[in-house]
Structures are given as structure tokens and as C-alpha cells.
């Protein structure tokens, strides 16, 4: 059975730092890997998807990596800003028969503060 | 447009109440799903629907029926729910298999008395 980890479960850091976030698999035979952002309760924002076939995407100040042998992914946020304060999510997409199966990480929580 | 539409956006029920959940999205996307959020907690998945057929059903209890009508809409049908489930349940949509990128709506909160 996938199981996700996130690490850390909360982060706080000043505006204008760089930082990492981590996420382990246990099951390296995964179709993709997606990072997303939930704002209290609200839904998610889909912010990367990087294939298994990938090393890493990019979007703006976000750059997310994975190494799947390895059954781990960071994401990378430069230049923080408070806007940026939200919980992040990993989630890890299997294939072939379990086609749909997103299995999430339980978050990291996020707080830029000014 | 990538916007997955749900309403109501909030919910309060008693346990003796029917009410239907909705979700919509004209993307064109022929995946769509539904997911259980606890407070604090990730989402669980609860349904696939695939192209209007259920593909997935993650061993939810009876009390909650999905129904796909037609492409671009996914229900969630409640009836005799409990107190535990009260939660944020989220619809997602996806294209296909080459594209599976999830798209989330906003979710509706469920409170169940």
C-alpha cells in the first residue's frame, strides 16, 4: 500500500526566504506526482504535476522535483511571500488498474509572515 | 476555463434528511471524482467516475450514492448520514489518462446534526 510522507508538518518563515518542502512515497512504481495548495477551507489548487518520466517542472517562483527511485519530491518556493500561506499537499497518482488514486501526504502548513 | 463548480457550498443536515450534493465541469473532462476532507486531515477518496461509469468505489458505506447523468455533472445523493460525516467534500475532474492533472472545485462543508 502507498504511503506518503510530508516532512516538515509545519514551517514558519520570515517574508523573502527560500524553502523546501519534502515528500516521500513508499512505492516507487507511481504515474505521477502533483503538488497542491489548500487555503483554510477551501478546495485545492493544482500547482505542479511532474510526470514519472520527469525530473522536475517549473512555475514561477515554484520548482518541484522528484527522484523516483529514490521515492522522494521536493518543492521549492523562492522568494517567499505571505500570500504564500496555505497548507501543501503531495500527492502521488497510481496507474494501470488504480487509475485515479491520488494518495495524499498529510501536509505541510505554511505561514510567511511579514 | 479550469473552474469545477459545487453546490451548495455549505450544508446542514439532520439525520433523517435526504440532500444531494452537486458538481459540474465543462472542461470536457471525462474523469470525475469525490473526496472526503476531515479537519486537519488530507482528502480521502471516496468515487471515479470514467467516462459517466463508476471505475472506483473505495468501500463507501451505502448512505452515500453517486450518480454521474451525464458528462459534465457528478451528484453525491445523502441519506440516514451520521455525525462523522460531517466534513469538506470535494469533486475533482481530470481529462484523461494521457492528462490526468486533477482539478478541484471549492468543496461544500457538510455539517451533519
Known amino acids: 500500500k502507498q504511503e506518503v510522507t510530508q516532512i516538515p508538518a509545519a514551517l514558519s518563515v520570515p517574508e523573502g526566504e527560500n524553502l523546501v518542502l519534502n515528500c516521500s512515497f513508499t512505492?516507487?512504481?507511481?504515474?505521477?506526482l502533483q503538488w497542491f495548495r489548500q487555503d483554510p477551507g477551501k478546495g485545492l489548487t493544482s500547482l505542479l504535476l511532474?510526470?514519472?518520466?520527469?525530473r522536475e517542472q517549473t512555475s514561477g517562483r515554484l520548482n518541484a522535483s522528484l527522484d523516483k527511485s529514490s521515492g522522494r519530491s521536493t518543492l521549492y518556493i523562492a522568494a517567499s511571500q505571505p500570500g504564500d500561506s496555505a497548507t501543501y499537499l503531495c500527492a502521488v497518482h497510481a496507474g494501470g488498474t488504480s487509475y485515479g488514486k491520488l494518495t495524499f501526504g498529510q501536509g505541510t502548513i505554511l505561514t510567511v509572515h511579514p | 476555463d479550469t473552474e469545477v463548480t459545487q453546490t451548495p457550498k455549505h450544508l446542514v443536515m439532520g439525520m433523517t434528511n435526504k440532500k444531494s450534493l452537486k458538481c459540474e465541469q465543462h472542461m470536457g473532462h471525462r474523469a470525475m471524482y469525490w473526496y472526503k476532507q476531515k479537519a486537519k486531515k488530507p482528502p480521502e477518496l471516496m468515487f471515479v467516475y470514467s467516462y459517466e461509469k463508476l471505475s472506483i468505489n473505495e468501500s463507501v458505506p451505502s448512505r452515500f450514492s453517486p450518480e454521474c447523468p451525464n458528462s459534465s455533472l457528478l451528484n453525491l445523493h445523502l441519506h440516514a448520514l451520521q455525525p462523522e460525516d460531517s466534513a469538506l467534500y470535494l469533486c475533482a475532474s481530470s481529462q484523461d489518462w494521457d492528462r490526468p492533472t486533477q482539478y478541484f472545485g471549492p468543496g461544500t462543508r457538510l455539517t451533519v446534526l
Open positions: 512505492d516507487s512504481a507511481i504515474y505521477n
Open positions: 511532474i510526470q514519472s518520466s520527469q
